[in-house]
Each structure stands twice: as C-alpha cells, then as structure tokens.
C-alpha cells in the first residue's frame, strides 16, 4: 500500500492508533523532538504513544506537501470555507498556522479499514498475532 493510506496505516500499526485516531490526527498532536503522538480517542480520552523515528521522514514530507498545497490555495484566495451565519456562531476559529489543521483531512476510512483487515487475516493464516 501507498501513499497517504500506507502512511497511515503505517503510523496504525506503529503506534497502536485505531483509524478515526489516525484520521483524526493532527499537526500539533505531533512531537517530533521527542518522537511522541498525542492521540485523542474514544470518550474523550488523550493518551501519548511513541512515534516511530523511521515514520517521522514520510509524516515530515506529507505536511510539507500540504503546507505548499494550503499555500497556493493562499495565493488563490481558496484558503477559507464559507459558512452559513448560523455556522459561524456556534464554530470556534481555527488557527491559520495550521497548528490545528488536520494531518490527513480528505481521507475515506474504506481503503485502511480494507488494508487493516487484509492485513489481520494474513497475519493470522501465517501464525502471527494480527496487528
């Protein structure tokens, strides 16, 4: 698998994240100085897990991707959502840094759930403890 779906099923398996805490995932959840993921998960609950120094290159290289794709939409004027009013009161602002952005926003769960379960059953026809 490749691209953004193998990244994050990479980053699944890596740091034991469940999907919607992979897609969920964002960019001030990252610590890269002290390869640690802030993973925010069901009930409400916040735990930190390690992350893996051979994934940091490939999550580096992504936000980089979406960093210069957020800043030719800038450069287009594209970089905003429009709202109805009764949105607007009821949504907190956004930081535009992109500290808050999401690391993989447009993302389905049907191709790593597919890839999960796939790698599940082959892992159990082999002998191995499914990931």
Sequence with gaps: MDGVEGLVTRLMYGTGMRVNEALGL???????DRSEITVHGKGNKVRRGPFPTKLQGAVREHLEQRRKLYEADKAKNMHEVYLPTRSIASTPRRPTNGAGSSCFRRMTTRPI???????GLICTRFGFNAP
């Excluded at 759930?113 to 790698?119: E, H, Q, Y």
Aim: no cysteine; aromatic share 8%.
């Design 113 to 119: 759930r597919a890839a999960v379960t796939s790698a």
């Design 26 to 32: 964002r960019v001030q959840d990252l610590a890269f």
